[in-house]
T-cell receptor, first 114, second 110 residues
Framework: NAGVTQTPKFQVLKTGQSMTLQCAQDMNHEYMSWYRQDPGMGLRLIHYSVGAGITDQGEVPNGYNVSRSTTEDFPLRLLSAAPSQTSVYFC?????????????FGQGTRLTVV | RKEVEQDPGPFNVPEGATVAFNCTYSNSASQSFFWYRQDCRKEPKLLMSVYSSGNEDGRFTAQLNRASQYISLLIRDSKLSDSATYLCVVNPGGYQKVTFGIGTKLQVIP
């Protein structure tokens, strides 16, 4: 049972480059989300999805795109990387509703944009 | 007002001490609440859910006060291994997004 698999773990990009952070879960969770975490800022929601084909913006969506073509996958695309996007990115998934919809996180991607 | 507010700390406490964190939330219709623990450079992991009647897990006690819209986490007999950041999480339910607090940093010192 892999849980939430996030790749890559580390990445260095040059300003202006694009890339996709991958996130996959094998728990049949409806809800998936992407966060970035910066020192002193906590987890900030970038985009989230309540099911295949449905996505919505979070707190800090600019510069990022997402899609949800399947229940399992929720990739995050950086369109044109900027130094301000240097951060640690976490993908998370959970069931909707229920008594205890615990969120499971991937191990994180440490991204540096130079 | 932020959806979820926490004191970022740090809370520096000696081993064996009791420490408590609070977290306030703005959406009175929120349905479920959690405390997560995050170790340095790691992903957050569920510490415990918070139930209306309060719940305990070993040295940890979580409480919910719906009237005042806050949840709390009490850690008794602090251990060095309790040093981490504790995140408050609020789930409004339905199709609304889950919200994490900024986290409270705890440092237990020998």
């Amino acid at each position: 049972n892999a849980g939430v698999t996030q790749t890559p773990k580390f990445q260095v990009l040059k300003t202006g480059q694009s890339m996709t952070l991958q996130c996959a879960q094998d728990m049949n969770h409806e809800y998936m989300s992407w966060y970035r975490q910066d020192p002193g800022m906590g987890l900030r929601l970038i985009h989230y999805s309540v099911g295949a084909g449905i996505t919505d913006q979070g707190e800090v969506p600019n510069g990022y795109n997402v899609s949800r073509s399947t229940t399992e996958d929720f990739p995050l695309r950086l369109l044109s990387a900027a130094p301000s996007q240097t951060s640690v990115y976490f993908c998370a998934s959970s069931f909707f509703g229920g008594a205890s919809p615990e969120a499971f996180f991937g191990q994180g991607t440490r991204l540096t944009v130079v | 007002r932020k959806e979820v507010e926490q004191d970022p700390g740090p809370f520096n406490v000696p081993e064996g001490a009791t420490v408590a964190f609070n977290c306030t939330y703005s959406n009175s219709a929120s349905q479920s609440f959690f405390w997560y623990r995050q170790d340095c450079r790691k992903e957050p992991k569920l510490l415990m859910s918070v139930y209306s009647s309060g719940n305990e897990d070993g040295r940890f006690t979580a409480q919910l006060n719906r009237a005042s819209q806050y949840i709390s986490l009490l850690i008794r007999d602090s251990k060095l291994s309790d040093s981490a950041t504790y995140l408050c999480v609020v789930n409004p339910g339905g199709y609304q997004k889950v919200t994490f607090g900024i986290g409270t940093k705890l440092q237990v010192i020998p």
